[in-house]
């Protein structure tokens, strides 16, 4: 089993940039795909980022993309999302997600969770 912790969350003015991280501990992230998912508050919880075991193979939210970017580092057991050109809509908890090698990039098809970071963001 693995434990995920999510970190970097915070309070950034609309246009600015922020990455969060995802640190794994017990199993490394080599044996599991991991994935980005944000739910605000009266919302259903939703695919942002996810990032295949090579790296090479990473998807996008059409919400997102051009602006975040996923990457991973295996060695450190970190997961990280950039986020640039933050919008007040990206406003919600993100959570980091692990699921098999072939795992579908929606939260049914994750089987472990991070507790989440709070991402604010002003207009």
């Known amino acids: 089993q693995v434990q995920l912790a999510e970190s970097g969350g915070g309070l950034v003015q609309a246009g600015g940039s922020l990455r969060v991280t995802c640190v794994a501990s017990?199993?490394?992230?080599?044996?599991?795909?991991v994935g980005w998912f944000r739910q605000a508050p009266g919302k259903e919880r939703e695919f942002v980022a996810g990032i295949r075991l090579s790296g090479g193979s990473t998807s996008l939210a059409d919400s997102v993309k051009g602006r975040f970017a996923i990457s991973r580092d295996n060695d450190k057991n970190a997961v990280y999302l950039q986020m640039n050109s933050l919008k007040p809509e990206d406003t919600a908890v993100y959570y980091c997600a692990a699921g098999g090698i072939f795992a579908s990039w929606t939260a049914s098809g994750m089987n472990y969770w991070g507790k989440g970071t709070l991402v604010t963001v002003s207009s």
């Open positions: 017990g199993r490394t992230f080599m044996r599991y795909a």
